[in-house]
């Protein structure tokens, strides 16, 4: 978001909350900005919103999580001079809670930190499969939905590797340390180079985000697959078709057999896979790079009045 921000002509300090959070005074006695943006706002109180608010700088957050309203998001929500959602289904949620200055805004990529590189034959070899999901499999009740997918995908005799972090070594993850699904496991968390590598070097992108009951609520792992030129499939997010089309820019499935046949037809499809996979990159870059967010941001701060 930065880097973007700079690139449009922007001057940006970062500040790592919770841990740099005590220097946000200090920012403030010394600079004048036009702007605080925060996403998870960690370590960030109403007491601090406040101190910024005074200084005349709007107190913007864009949270990017779909999960249902948190109590630290609702309180600062109430206060910030506005409030962003990646997850449109989640709207009047908040509004009910007190957030009363909210809008959608899905998130994006920046296309500099995935360059474009001919993949070596170990490359192709450690990074590539039939399948690839990129993504936690911890046991949060809303991630068990990927376990049950992935072992689909292992069950019908794909080729599957997941990558993220690290299983967690628990007892009570032990059914799952010890299933297929934990052995397919690549061995890293993977992340630009190496996330450009697995989407180039698999055949399939799968993917399942957490809540695809809420309307368009796509986490940012859309936009960074296709814009790494994958080939992405995902259980049908609510009103993703008015972002990407299904069967020309990405593919979706309703349920597991639906899933596994389309897996099994693009895999022996070679042109059509690349040719869904040629546009889905094409409409990322023209329409959903951070620079192309912000100016939508900005539009709606303006509107807004609030800068």
């Not at 500040?15 to 960690?42: C, G, H, M, W």
């Not at 790494?228 to 069967?247: D, H, Q």
């Not at 389309?262 to 022996?268: A, C, E, N, V």
Request: overall charge positive; glycine content about 6%.
């Amino acid at each position: 978001m930065a880097h973007s921000l700079k690139e449009m002509g922007w001057h940006v300090d970062c500040l790592d909350t919770p841990s740099q959070v005590s220097a946000v005074p200090i920012f403030l006695e010394n600079k004048r900005y036009k702007l605080a943006l925060a996403t998870k706002a960690e370590g960030i109180n109403k007491e601090l919103v406040k101190k910024i608010q005074q200084k005349g700088i709007p107190f913007v957050i864009w949270f990017p999580d779909p999960v249902p309203p948190p109590k630290h998001m609702v309180e600062l929500g109430q206060i910030c001079d506005f409030f962003f959602t990646m997850s449109e289904g989640r709207i009047e949620e908040y509004k009910k809670k007190g957030v009363k200055n909210i809008a959608w805004l899905t998130q994006a990529v920046d296309p500099s930190f995935f360059p474009s590189i001919e993949l070596k034959e170990k490359d192709i070899k450690y990074y590539g499969s039939d399948v690839a999901f990129v993504g936690t499999l911890c046991g949060l009740p809303q991630y068990k939905p990927r376990r049950q997918m992935l072992k689909k995908v292992i069950d019908a005799g794909l080729h599957l590797k997941w990558w993220g972090p690290r299983p967690a070594r628990k007892i009570k993850e032990l059914p799952f340390l010890l299933s297929k699904v934990c052995k397919a496991y690549g061995g890293e968390f993977v992340y630009l180079e190496s996330f450009y590598k697995v989407a180039k070097a698999s055949k399939v992108f799968l993917s399942r985000d957490s809540y695809p009951e809420v309307r368009l609520s796509m986490s940012v792992r859309i936009y960074t697959a296709l814009c790494c030129g994958a080939f992405y499939m995902c259980k049908k997010v609510k009103g993703i078709e008015t972002l990407f089309k299904p069967g020309e820019d990405i593919e979706v499935f309703e349920n597991y057999d639906e899933m596994i046949d389309k897996i099994k037809y693009y895999i022996d499809h070679d042109s059509k896979r690349l040719a869904i996979a040629k546009s889905g990159q094409k409409k990322v870059l023209e329409r959903h790079t951070y620079k192309h967010r912000f100016n939508e941001m900005f539009d709606i701060l303006k509107k807004e009045n609030v800068f």
